[in-house]
């Protein structure tokens, strides 16, 4: 199980999930940035990952579908905004692909990966949206409890890479 970290928001449009994972930094960053394994663990139980496209590079446009217990998908389109491998990874919603404006920007999203010593990694998770009302939405949806499964997932996948 993730180690969780108190880091305070920035301001009232942030949320943060701040973990010591027991993975190399390696492979955390990995489970972010393939394709194969971000199905693996992305979406909280039961809901599933059926399929997730990237391009992982400044620029590149990714694509994570997310499916409900019922079988409805989800569609997560979204761009780079910065790469920086094994470190770091900035992506948001406010564009779909190819700087193609979105038509509801909802949140960018500034990972960072760090080595903790022992193998293990502080990873941190920035959640920053366009208004204090994206936020509180994104609260109410589970972000906490949501986010904190998946990463729990992210750390029982990284371990085995």
């Not at 094994?86 to 080595?115: C, H, N």
């Amino acid at each position: 199980m993730t180690t969780k970290l108190d880091i305070a928001p920035a301001n009232d449009r942030e949320l943060v999930l701040a973990r010591i994972i027991d993975a190399p930094r390696e492979n955390v960053y990995r489970c972010w940035t393939d394709p194969k394994l971000v199905t693996r663990w992305f979406s909280p139980k039961p809901w599933t990952t059926p399929r997730a496209e990237m391009d992982v590079r400044t620029g590149g446009s990714s694509l994570v579908v997310m499916a409900g217990p019922d079988g409805n998908e989800f569609p997560n389109p979204g761009v780079f905004l910065e790469v920086v491998p094994g470190k770091r990874i900035v992506l948001t919603d406010a564009y779909t692909q190819a700087w193609e404006p979105s038509e509801k920007p909802f949140m960018t999203v500034v990972l960072t990966f760090e080595d903790e010593g022992n193998g293990k990694t502080r990873y941190i998770a920035r959640v920053r949206h366009w208004s204090v009302a994206d936020r509180e939405q994104h609260e109410k949806m589970g972000f906490h409890e949501g986010w904190g499964q998946c990463t729990d997932q992210l750390e029982e996948l990284a371990r085995t890479l």
